[in-house]
Structures are given as C-alpha cells and as structure tokens.
C-alpha cells in the first residue's frame, strides 16, 4: 500500500526553535511538494523537487525556512528560528511517476506545528 | 498573487440535490486540473481531474466541467450524499522545467444536509 508518510504528525516547540518535519514520498515519484494549509491561502506550495533538484521554492520565507532532499526516499522542510506564525498544518505530496505527465499527486497526513 | 481562487468559502446544500464548487484560475499556462477532497486530520486526497483539451470529465456522481477562455472550472457532485461533506479544493497544473507545478486554491467547505 504505497503512501506518502510524514513525521512528526503534531509538533509542538517554543519560538525561537529548530523545526525540522520529514517527508517519505512514494517510491518511483519523482516530484516532491511542501505546501501549508492556511485559512485565508488554503494550500500554500512552498517548495517543489523534481528528481531532488528544488525547481522552485518562491513560496517559503527564505530567512527561515529552508527545503532539501538528501536522498530520493527522504525530504525535510526546516524552520530556524520557529515563529508563532508558523503554526499550520504541513502537507508533503509526491506525484509523478517517472514517464508519466499530467496525474495526481499524493498527500500524506500532514504535519500539525504549533509555535508557542 | 492568488493563481487559483475559489471564492466561495462553504456551501451548503440539501441531501440528494446538486452541489457545484466553482473555481477560477488566471495563468493561461495552467493545462491540467484537479479537485481534491480533504476530511479533517487528513490530507487531500484526489477526486478528479480534467485535461484542458476537454471540456468535461465525468466519474459517477462527480463530473467536472471546464470552460478555458473563462479560465473557470466547476465540479458538480449529484446527488449529494452526507459523506460528500469535506474540504473541496481545485488545483491546477502547468509543465514548467520538466516538472508539473501544482497550484491550489483556498478550498471550500461543502456540508450535506439530511
């Protein structure tokens, strides 16, 4: 049963920390994406990969946020330092097998960030 | 700059009626569009698609209808069950660098009533 996982689902830190959530994309994808869920943007992409290369992460706060993908089986998305504003909801995705175009992407379960 | 708008933020409707959500987009780049569907403490899951080549798309109660020099899209769910209530969000795609760019609007609630 091929899924996207992410961890940690709830996270809770002070302002002022390091956040660091991790995506586990569906093997033989070859796009990644970060998005946020806000209320008034609904779901924000902040950074997507092709093949582990970032295409394109004009929707994060560069200061703070910052997207990688060590390897294919693993992507984060780091905040340093964690703001109140940052609480939201994290959503990894992974889509795209490779010689395909034009199909769905995957969610996984989100991660919830609470910046106290 | 809100690519992909959806501005209706709830909608609610009788059981066994019509539910349409509507959306609209601005980038004419956009050639591949979605709806996906979001249960609290969840994540999206997809519904539906429509390629910009065609002007509908149906899948059982779901149809999706495309009208590309409105640039606007809708997704028409008949008759309308209780499960149907959730998240709708509209997403749309464009081919850029050799990857697709999925863009999603602010979503809208859509509840059933009995």
């Known amino acids: 049963d091929a899924r996207v996982t992410q961890t940690p689902r709830h996270k809770v830190t002070e302002m002022g920390q390091e956040v660091t959530m991790r995506c586990q994309p569906i093997l033989g994808h070859n796009t990644v994406f970060w998005y946020r869920q806000t209320m008034m943007q609904g779901l924000e992409l902040l950074a997507y990969f092709r093949n582990r290369a970032p295409l394109d992460d004009s929707g994060m706060p560069k200061d703070r946020f910052s997207a990688e993908m060590p390897d294919a089986t693993l992507a984060t998305l780091k905040i340093q330092p964690s703001e109140p504003r940052d609480s939201a909801v994290y959503f990894c995705?992974?889509?795209?097998?490779?010689?395909?175009?034009?199909?769905?992407?995957?969610f996984g379960q989100g991660t919830r960030l609470t910046v106290v | 700059d809100q690519q992909v708008k959806q501005n209706s933020p709830s909608l609610s409707v009788q059981e066994g009626r019509i539910s349409i959500l509507n959306c609209d987009y601005t980038n004419s780049m956009f050639d591949y569009f979605l709806w996906y569907k979001k249960y609290p403490a969840e994540g999206p899951t997809f519904l539906i698609s429509i390629s910009s080549i065609k002007d509908k798309n149906e899948d059982g109660r779901f149809t999706v209808f495309l009208n590309k020099s409105a640039k606007h899209l809708s997704l028409h769910i008949v008759p309308s069950q209780p499960g149907d209530s959730a998240v709708y969000f509209c997403?749309?795609?464009?081919?850029?660098?050799?990857?697709?760019?999925?863009?999603f609007g602010q979503g809208t609630r859509l509840t059933i009533n009995p």
């Open positions: 995705a992974s889509g795209i097998p490779s010689g395909q175009v034009n199909t769905e992407a995957f």
């Open positions: 997403a749309a795609s464009a081919l850029l660098q050799g990857a697709q760019k999925l863009v």
